[in-house]
């Protein structure tokens, strides 16, 4: 019999009324404003009456560098947090929300898959609460108010040379990477080169994922700086008085989204920055107030651990104060296989010396993990065609490496496929042996703190930067934005910038090519090889095959 598709298990799902989701954790009725009949927002001022409780143990899903096999490192998220429900632990989990620009191209949904999805998946993968839209919003704003302001008189002097503050559409468009703005006239202001990013690439988005409430939303989104004067003062978004009204776009994306598991456990769904060009976590109010409502939250990071594990720890961690407990690291036999040089095409074949080979690329992510001192478990997300030898060849790699691999089936099976990996978490989060710390000080200068990340983290000899790069740095740092975490931009398929260069490479530098400022974020961004921040859709995009079937109902949507 044919399995059913994600979709049509998440469309047979037996939802539960949004109340009764929110009642498992102790949100009041009023405390949730309804999005329709299953989804809600969790009240800022119930968020704020929470800050005296003590907080649950948090657990950080990421995975290996991710393949076109699949890794299913939400799928996994969902699945562990079932899997604690399961066997009675008062769980939830955090994830971030899905762009439309890979919905529509390649990547597709990100509401996990199987049995392991959080529903209602057409709405999470389509508008959800309008959050992005708000982002997108909020940002465009700003660019049209940067431009407002120098066509009538430009009493701020901004150079309009020196203007950074690019547009943002959350959609894959190649196109709109480089474009000219203001043509057709004197009426329509002063011609000047401009661009779009991704909307999960905005600085917005990421403030919003960082800030503690709507004041300091508001103060964050005022320290961005959008532009230069000749002289090269910056100016900032409160320098245009652009904060104020932003800040009132995003006061409702500001709260967090409640949603459910196919079985029934809540899920909190908030953010969205990919973790290959921004930091790729949830909001921290999602986090906090989780961690304030369960005893255990499950949270992933994007891409693999290189990324995603990386910034959550250096960036999210460090300026949260958070203290993870505990980490699962996600890996297939597929993985494996396509890392030890299998093409896709061969992956049914079974082949424990390719498996063998690729697991260099799991062993260089939980040396990675266990440098940031928390204990790490790996979950092998398992497909139908893994053979018994390959799954050992796995388990006695990571057995050598000094951790632990369990076997998971959550996405044909649900809780009870994630058990045995719940209860190994559980445990090794209630151990208390983490004794988390950042890979680097905040003092260290940027260059060195890039530095770090290479070599440490991607097995690199270090980075390549031009003198424009490091003389920008410098500036940066003599304008008191030296202690800021680093935030790199590289691709999600290497721990190199080549995305060919597969499993654990070794002698290769790092080159950046570019650095941003995200002064409202508190990061600085390093964009490294030739990585877009604004990505483009492929030969064939997803979007061809999304349509509406005869009854109205989504179909193609994965």
Not at 39 to 65: W, Y
Not at 403 to 423: F, K, M, P, V, Y
Request: glycine share 10%.
């Amino acid at each position: 019999m044919a399995h059913k598709s994600d979709i049509e298990i998440a469309r047979d799902a037996q939802k539960r009324p949004i109340a009764e989701i929110g009642a498992m954790l102790g949100i009041p009725p009023d405390a949730l404003l309804p999005y329709g009949r299953d989804k809600a927002k969790i009240d800022e001022g119930f968020i704020g009456s929470l800050a005296d409780r003590p907080d649950g143990k948090l657990i950080l899903v990421t995975a290996v560098n991710p393949t076109p096999a699949g890794e299913g490192k939400t799928t996994t998220t969902v699945g562990l947090g079932d899997g604690l429900r399961h066997i009675g632990k008062n769980a939830a989990i955090c994830i971030r929300e899905a762009s439309l620009g890979p919905n529509f191209g390649q990547k597709g949904g990100a509401a996990g898959g199987g049995y392991a999805q959080v529903v209602p998946m057409e709405d999470m993968n389509l508008h959800f609460t309008g959050d992005f839209h708000a982002i997108t919003a909020a940002h465009n704003l700003l660019a049209a108010m940067v431009d407002n302001h120098v066509y009538w008189g430009n009493a701020l002097q901004i150079d309009v040379r020196r203007i950074v503050w690019r547009r943002v559409v959350d959609m894959n468009d190649r196109a709109l990477r480089a474009v000219n703005v203001s043509l057709g006239g004197v009426a329509n202001g002063f011609p000047r080169e401009g661009g779009f990013d991704i909307t999960v690439a905005s600085e917005v988005m990421a403030i919003l994922c960082l800030a503690d409430d709507l004041k300091d939303l508001e103060r964050r989104l005022g320290d961005m700086i959008v532009a230069y004067t000749r002289e090269k003062t910056p100016i900032t978004c409160r320098d245009l008085k652009a904060d104020g009204a932003m800040t009132v776009l995003l006061k409702d994306a500001m709260q967090p989204n409640l949603v459910q598991t196919l079985e029934n456990n809540p899920a909190l769904v908030h953010g969205g920055p990919f973790a290959n060009i921004a930091h790729g976590c949830n909001s921290v109010v999602a986090t906090r107030t989780a961690l304030k409502l369960a005893d255990y939250v499950v949270t992933e990071a994007g891409f693999g651990a290189d990324l995603g594990a990386e910034k959550f720890f250096d960036i999210k961690c460090r300026k949260a104060g958070l203290k993870p407990a505990a980490a699962v690291l996600v890996a297939t036999v597929r993985s494996m296989k396509m890392n030890g040089g299998v093409a896709k095409a061969d992956l049914a074949a079974e082949n424990v010396e390719a498996v063998t080979l690729g697991c260099a690329n799991l062993g260089r992510h939980i040396r990675n993990v266990k440098g940031f001192g928390v204990p790490v478990v790996v979950a092998i997300n398992h497909f139908a065609g893994d053979s018994d030898a390959e799954i050992e060849a796995v388990k006695a790699f990571v057995a050598a490496a000094g951790s632990e691999a369990i076997i998971c089936r959550h996405w044909a099976n649900g809780s009870a496929g994630s058990a045995d990996l719940a209860t190994r978490v559980a445990a090794l989060a209630d151990g208390g042996t983490a004794d988390f710390k950042p890979i680097y000080d905040d003092e260290l200068p940027l260059l060195a703190k890039m530095e770090t990340v290479a070599r440490t983290i991607y097995g690199a000899d270090g980075v390549e930067a031009s003198s424009a790069v490091k003389d920008q740095l410098a500036a940066w740092e003599a304008a008191g934005y030296g202690h800021f975490p680093v935030c790199m931009a590289k691709t999600q398929y290497s721990f190199s910038a080549d995305p060919a260069k597969l499993g654990a490479p070794t002698g290769f530098t790092v080159p950046i090519r570019e650095v941003r400022l995200s002064a409202g974020a508190g990061f600085v961004v390093a964009i490294c090889g030739d990585l877009m921040t604004m990505p483009g859709l492929p030969r064939v995009p997803a979007a061809e095959r999304i349509r509406l079937d005869d009854n109205g109902r989504i179909e193609g949507l994965f």
